[in-house]
């Protein structure tokens, strides 16, 4: 059963575009929502995360959306660069404490690629 | 270098060999995760330690896979009698007590096994 579902599979944006990414939860569990950045070769690296009680949270040109009821939430990517082209991923976790309080859940992630 | 820090980086070893993965946490870091990922998927919780004490275990962790951490620092994974299907990249991460947002992931061991 996969809990935290991503699309797209593969994007494809022109330098400078925007880039949408969005995943969807079942677990109401669920209080955490990070995004990571994996890069070939190396381990995934926290980009950006949201608690469900905001509804969208910016860092620079990256913004999380967050919509409680659908049990969605969406990364945005602005200004998109090339250096942007990696795997993201999002993930999920409960953080009150007990069984599985401190376990990410990701999606199965999206391959980023920026063309000049 | 403060990161989280993983050896070997890529292991390749016969079917039925045991191999054994090593992770050097965040000093400060008192939360301790193993996790595998597998070609074209993200990451998968394998288990948690806090200081010294395995706390969770996943289902994926079956018998032949067996994780510590003595003293609460560093950390080692083995892995018994390995099968093909335990090729995957291996993930440590660490995070501080009370903060579940800091988890630091290492760049892994590539395990390869043929």
């Known amino acids: 059963q996969q809990q935290v579902k991503q699309s797209p599979q593969s994007l494809i944006v022109q330098k400078g575009g925007i880039s949408i990414i969005n995943c969807a939860y079942e677990?109401?569990?669920?209080?955490?929502f990070p995004w990571y950045q994996q890069f070939p070769g190396k381990g995934p690296a926290l980009l950006i995360a949201i608690r469900p009680d905001v509804s969208e949270k910016k860092e620079g040109r990256f913004t999380i959306s967050f919509n409680k009821s659908a049990k969605q939430f969406s990364l945005h990517i602005m200004d998109s660069q090339p250096g942007d082209s990696a795997t993201y991923f999002c993930?999920?976790?409960?953080?009150?404490?007990?069984?599985?309080?401190?376990?990410?859940?990701f999606g199965k992630g999206t391959k980023l690629s920026v063309i000049p | 270098d403060t990161g989280v820090s993983q050896d070997p980086r890529h292991k390749i070893t016969k079917r039925g060999q045991n191999v054994t993965f090593r992770c050097d946490p965040i000093s400060e870091h008192n939360r301790l995760y193993w996790y595998r990922q597998t070609l074209g998927q993200g990451p998968e919780f394998l288990t948690y330690f806090q200081n010294e004490a395995q706390l969770e275990k996943s289902r994926l962790l079956s018998d032949r896979f067996s994780a510590e951490r003595p003293k609460g620092s560093f950390s080692t994974l083995e892995i018994q009698r390995t099968e093909q299907g335990d090729s995957a990249m291996y993930l440590c991460a660490s995070s501080p007590t009370g903060n579940n947002y800091g988890y630091t992931f290492g760049s892994g061991t590539r395990l390869t096994v043929v």
């Open positions: 993930a999920a976790s409960p953080t009150r404490s007990g069984a599985g309080s401190y376990q990410l859940t």
């Open positions: 677990n109401t569990a669920f209080d955490y």
